[in-house]
């Protein structure tokens, strides 16, 4: 299953605003940070179904045919809020908030998060990841042809570790691992065709794990900052014909005008290789999947002194051996944020 339409685009997004962990807080206490906009755009993928709570629809609740997903368009609300608390040894800090890369790909998590900066080891986090509100809603069996398909709630629980500044220099470290579950999950049930074994083939829930190594070089006294990266991505599903694992590039650029004006962007490509064939496609769903990303950041725009106006583009295709697996996305977004 396509966790998302746009994940690739997303991937390296997590580290918008900052490209690894930020420094700490001068002065102990609470801190934090809030965003609040809207986006825009479109969604192409036969497996998602909407977001419950708002009442977004991801994709058609009834296909004919086996072919490439349809357009659907969308427009949604955003949140990005973090609550961090450091003690008084500017060393430690614990952290509660949502990540801007975990709606981007419609999978709505609550991080709470451990951090200690080390004197030489450099800085390291453990973050707990669980679903929150909105949920997202799939097809229970995404297969069911000429006839409107049921939603099903999905959600994820987790881990994510990062360790930045390994040993005082600019490498980042980071390895995490998503248990995916589908509350009724029924792909491949409406093919009578099929036996118990083959539907089982089908089944989309089973863990995510990721690890990556990024390095960033500085340039320019901080003015453009680039950090290349490579991945490993295992999507260890309860269904071999849902499995794939590969390798994942990635390269983000920052450009920091001092106070008045940033610019992310971020480009990645991976190349995922499936399990075993699909029994109703026979074939072995194999994939490449390309994303772009970029964000801007106006502090002081409009003569705003503590709200920081934000607008953000993303791209993302999933290009599969078996079409009907095929995902396409793009949101356009705008904000405004606030630290405190």
């Not at 497996?47 to 709570?53: D, E, N, T």
């Not at 930045?164 to 049930?189: A, L, V, Y």
Request: hydrophobic share 40%.
């Amino acid at each position: 299953m396509k966790k998302t339409v746009i994940a690739l685009a997303v991937a390296a997004v997590a580290s918008v605003p900052a490209l690894a962990l930020d420094k700490m807080p001068e002065e102990a206490g609470f801190s934090g940070y809030v965003n609040l906009g809207a986006g825009t755009g479109s969604i192409e993928s036969n497996f998602l179904a909407r977001l419950s709570g708002v009442d977004i629809d991801l994709g058609d609740d009834t296909v004919t045919d086996y072919g490439s997903p349809d357009d659907e368009d969308i427009t949604m609300p955003a949140l990005n809020l973090n609550l961090s608390y450091t003690f008084s040894s500017l060393k430690t800090q614990v952290s509660l908030g949502n990540d801007l890369a975990d709606f981007l790909q419609f999978d709505r998590s609550t991080r709470l998060a451990l951090r200690h900066d080390f004197d030489s080891l450099g800085r390291m986090q453990i973050a707990l990841l669980s679903s929150a509100f909105p949920q997202t809603e799939v097809w229970a069996d995404p297969y069911l042809l000429d006839e409107s398909r049921k939603e099903t709630e999905r959600s994820t629980t987790g881990g994510r570790l990062t360790w930045d500044k390994i040993f005082g220099s600019h490498f980042e470290f980071k390895i995490s691992s998503r248990k995916i579950e589908i509350d009724d999950e029924r792909s491949g049930e409406s093919d009578d065709s099929l036996s118990k074994a083959q539907r089982k083939l089908l089944d989309r829930e089973g863990d995510i794990n990721r690890v990556e190594l990024g390095y960033m070089f500085i340039m320019g006294e901080g003015r453009n900052i680039l950090r290349p990266s490579v991945a490993y991505i295992d999507r260890d599903l309860d269904g071999d014909a849902m499995s794939q694992d590969g390798v994942e590039v990635g390269l983000t650029w920052l450009y920091n005008n001092k106070d008045n004006f940033r610019w992310v962007n971020n480009v990645v490509y991976a190349s995922l290789e499936g399990d075993k064939k699909n029994p109703i496609f026979n074939e072995v769903n194999d994939a490449d999947q390309i994303g772009f990303a970029s964000q801007m950041f106006f502090p002081g725009l409009f003569g705003l002194e503590k709200w920081e106006p934000n607008a953000s583009f993303i791209w993302g295709d999933s290009d599969n051996d078996i079409d009907f697996n095929d995902a396409t996305g793009w949101l356009f977004s705008v904000g405004i944020g606030r630290q405190f």
